[in-house]
């Protein structure tokens, strides 16, 4: 639940990522948590990680030895015990909107679906991602877990096994298997407006990759009734009960 905020809450906006502007914020921030107040960062625009941009943006103030070096950067660390007590991320309308359109044309609508992430170039050694793994825990997974359509994301580029990988999802979703990352490159492509919609094409190219990932996290973490993960954290455990699965099969998920 939010924090109960004391006498004094102070609205600090982030509104270009530009190193002293973000250093600026942090201060201002640091001195509203002396005095004893909150503070809340409102960071606006499209930041990959924006964690880790924070961090950037800290050790760059330290080395520049201004009065801004006296920020404590654990202290503002939304996973730190010492830092934020509450923050929320919202998705952009760009790539809600995107998403969307990305569903419908495909003819995933509001259907429930699953999302599929394989992680391969930099976690290889510490997942079993190979055909045999991910067809094994494909097969489980829809014994509990069955939709009508998957979604594939994956930082594997090789064509043979995306093709080999896409096979294998098409023998248990016979109805539909897409490979995400392709859908995100194919649309960009596409005439200018899409169903009515005048995307920001040239925003959404700069962003690169970064939106591609932001498509996937909005599907992965806020849209898909069944998750699938051969990641190193999580690396194809099969049967988890997904209760956001069982409320859309049942007719009670709104």
Sequence with gaps: QPFS??????????????????????????QV???????????????????????QWMMKTAASRTTESQLMYPRLRPES??????????????????????????GIGGEPFTVLHIRRRDRIKQCDSSLTAVERYVRCS????????????????D?????????????????????????????????????GWDPPWEQIRQ???????????HLFHERAAVKLTMHFFSCGVCGVHNPLFAMLRDGDGK
């Excluded at 006498?7 to 201002?28: F, M, N, P, S």
């Excluded at 809600?96 to 419908?104: E, G, H, P, S």
């Excluded at 829809?142 to 580029?157: G, K, P, W």
Aim: aromatic share 14%; proline share 3%.
């Design 207 to 217: 962003l690169g990759k970064y939106f591609t990932y932001a498509v996937f996290d």
């Design 33 to 55: 948590q002396q005095r004893g107040g909150v503070f809340v960062l409102e960071m606006h625009g499209n930041v990959y990680l924006w964690t880790e941009k924070l961090e």
């Design 81 to 106: 015990n010492r830092g934020c007590q509450y923050w929320q991320k919202t998705t952009s309308t760009m790539v809600r909107v995107f998403a969307d359109q990305a569903l419908r044309i495909h």
């Design 142 to 157: 829809v014994q509990s877990n069955a939709t009508r359509h998957i979604i594939l994301f994956t930082d594997e580029r």
């Design 5 to 30: 905020a004391p006498e004094e809450t102070v609205h600090i906006k982030i509104l270009a990522w530009y190193w002293k502007d973000v250093a600026l914020a942090l201060y201002q921030a640091s």
């Design 159 to 195: 064509p043979e096994y995306l093709l080999q990988v896409m096979a294998v999802l098409g023998q248990y979703y016979p109805e539909g298997a897409y490979n995400g990352e392709a859908i995100v490159e194919q649309m960009q492509r596409w005439p200018r407006t899409i169903n």
